[in-house]
């Protein structure tokens, strides 16, 4: 059976954008694949968090992971900084990856600009190389993420390719997953954009434990046009075309049949029937989580996801830390 791995960072708390870009697809997939999805705890350090808030964060999004329906017999579910094996293997990269290539990576670019060099930790800088560690321990086939994610898998499919010419085959060559429709959900305040926690006006975010309420109020009140007509524009009409992507994707109807379904109806009653759809998905997404989140089922279920990963985690790092010519591996 073919692997698949993934991730996502608890710096904050996961929204509609991570449902769309990404878990939908874990869940998807976890049939056809072997799956290992983490929480990607050490790639949260790089910003600094409050440790409280953080170990808040984590366990809320296994929860989360759960509760969208990743299932334990299908998916190996671990939180990254207990299988010590990432950062040993990602240390062994970053001695062969270049400051260049880090230098290229527009999210590093972003994150970083307008700051001084002293508020940019090494770890943003480095990230993408733990990020790759992550990907190449495992042997991973595919890689499901949303397309602000793929340059760093192009990045990782190279250091493997310059790693295995240097030192013989050792990484599987890991393909990126990036859907067609929903890979970069915007901001419902600012479509042009992306969805993100770190958005300084959470209007235009929905979290996945949003009131409900709330939520009908954020799709309610998107930034559209004065246009009035259902058509997919993104250059034109992102706002509008926002809206469809994730009516699309909820419902799993193309895009152009969002567009003849909704070709007689005006802004107000679109934005209603998408506010439908996503309470029904946050309800039900709720539900499940509040259960979820009772006694010692979390806790369970990431010792049994830990045991897997690190087993295969291990000898991988072994083969290669053995391969370089350190230590008496
Ligand atoms: P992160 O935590 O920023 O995002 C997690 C996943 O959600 C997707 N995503 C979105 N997709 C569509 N629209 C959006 N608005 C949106 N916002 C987020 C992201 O593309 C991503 O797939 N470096 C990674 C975490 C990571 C990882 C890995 C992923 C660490 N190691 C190994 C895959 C494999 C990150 O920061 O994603």
């Known amino acids: 059976m073919k692997r698949l791995l993934s991730g996502i960072k608890p710096n904050g708390e996961l929204h509609l954008g991570h449902y769309i870009g990404a878990i939908i697809h874990f869940i998807e997939m976890q049939k056809d694949y072997e799956s290992f999805v983490f929480v990607a705890d050490l790639h949260s350090l790089t910003v600094n968090p ?6 808040n964060n984590i366990k809320e999004m296994v929860g989360l992971y759960l509760a969208c329906g990743l299932d334990p017999q299908h998916t190996y579910l ?11 293997l990602s240390w062994a990269l970053e001695c062969h990856s270049y400051m260049g290539e880090m230098n290229r990576m527009t999210q590093y670019k972003e994150k970083s600009r307008n700051k001084s060099n002293e ?21 991973a086939d595919v890689v499901p993420v949303g397309e602000d994610q793929k340059q ?4 990782t499919r190279n250091i493997a390719e310059r790693f295995n010419n240097r030192y013989g085959q050792t990484f599987k060559i890991p393909e990126p997953i990036i859907a067609k429709t929903g890979a970069r959900i915007m901001d419902l305040q600012n479509p042009t954009k992306k969805m993100s926690k770190s958005a300084e006006n959470t209007k235009g975010v929905i979290f996945l434990l949003e009131d409900l309420e709330v939520a009908r109020k954020k799709i309610m009140s998107a930034i559209t046009d004065s246009d009035n007509k259902i058509k ?13 992507t994730i009516y699309s994707c909820l419902t799993n109807i193309t895009i152009t049949e969002v567009e003849d ?3 007689n109806d005006n802004y107000g009653t679109f ?14 997404i709720q539900e499940k989580y509040n259960e979820i989140i009772k006694g010692d089922y979390i806790d369970k279920v990431l010792d ?3 045991k897997k990963a690190e087993e295969i985690a291990k000898t991988k790092a072994l083969e290669v830390y053995q391969k370089l010519g350190v230590g008496r591996y």
């Open 232 to 244: 997919y524009d993104p250059e034109n009409k992102p706002g509008i075309a926002n809206l469809m």
């Open 152 to 155: 760093h898998v192009e990045l």
């Open 261 to 263: 379904m909704f070709q």
């Open 271 to 284: 934005k209603t029937k998408v506010a439908d759809e996503v309470i029904k998905l946050l309800q039900q």
């Open 119 to 139: 508020s940019v930790t090494c770890g943003l800088f480095t990230y993408p190389i733990l990020m790759a560690a992550d990907i190449l321990i495992y042997d």
């Open 78 to 88: 671990f939180n990254q900084s207990e299988n010590i094996y990432h950062p040993m």
């Open 50 to 55: 409050n440790p409280k808030e953080l170990r």
């Open 304 to 306: 049994q996801g830990l």
